[in-house]
């Protein structure tokens, strides 16, 4: 995952779906647009039905040589031949890089604490996520805002992702201080997720 100077789309999976159906949709959007690598963030917590969905999505990244990474399963990325894990916070990156190796990609997402961004920035993280980036109700209604993007992009080289909540507005705004968008919920929902996409990133 490399800097640009546009922002790049990393997108992220719903916390639940089809296995019959989200591989196509997937496969959809990811020829729809340019995309630098999707995260499989189900919710499950069934290894089994992990397992079988980080198969279908590999296939289908790695067919496009798209990057695929697992949320939080340190142990599953190697065993399942994914790229690498994002993890919540700076606590396990040391780990996740010895264990996976210094070619794979380990992130971390770090709400909206710019303290603990730095630290994930200093165990090795190769790129660290803040959100929600935009307002919801889900959580306690923190968000990271305008000046911690900017300040992050002008004092911090380790790549930064703005996801959570997002719309064009946000994309536009955010645009000139970010390395990426995490993008997922903002469009799986719609009819047609690749439109939808289309949509969310016409000001970019």
């Known amino acids: 995952m490399a800097e640009q100077e546009h922002p790049q789309i990393y997108l992220i999976s719903p916390p639940e779906f089809e296995l ?17 690598c999707f995260r499989l963030a189900l919710a499950s917590q069934d290894e089994d039905r992990i397992a079988r969905a980080a198969d279908a999505c590999r296939a289908v990244c790695h067919e496009r040589d798209i990057a695929i990474v697992i949320s939080q399963h340190l142990r599953l990325a190697e065993r399942l031949g994914l790229d ?6 700076a606590r396990g990156i040391r780990d996740a890089r010895t264990e996976l190796g210094e070619d794979a990609i380990v992130g ?10 730095m630290n994930a920035g200093e ?16 959580g306690d209604g923190t968000r990271a ?15 930064v992702v703005a996801e959570g909540a997002l719309n064009q507005e ?6 000139p201080s970010v390395d990426f968008f995490g993008i997922g919920s ?3 929902s719609a009819e047609d ?5 289309g949509t969310l990133l016409a000001k970019l």
């Open 20 to 36: 019959s159906r989200f591989p196509d949709q997937l496969a959809r959007v990811l020829d729809a647009r340019e995309i630098a």
């Open 145 to 159: 805002d305008l000046e911690l993007f900017s300040w992050w992009s002008e004092m911090i080289e380790v790549p």
């Open 170 to 175: 946000l994309v536009a705004t955010l645009s």
């Open 123 to 138: 165990a090795g993280a190769d790129y660290v996520a803040f959100g929600p980036a935009g307002d919801t109700p889900l």
């Open 84 to 89: 690498g894990v994002h993890l919540d916070g």
């Open 193 to 197: 997720p690749a439109v939808a996409l």
């Open 186 to 188: 903002e469009i799986w």
């Open 108 to 117: 971390a997402y770090c709400g909206a604490s710019r303290h603990d961004g």
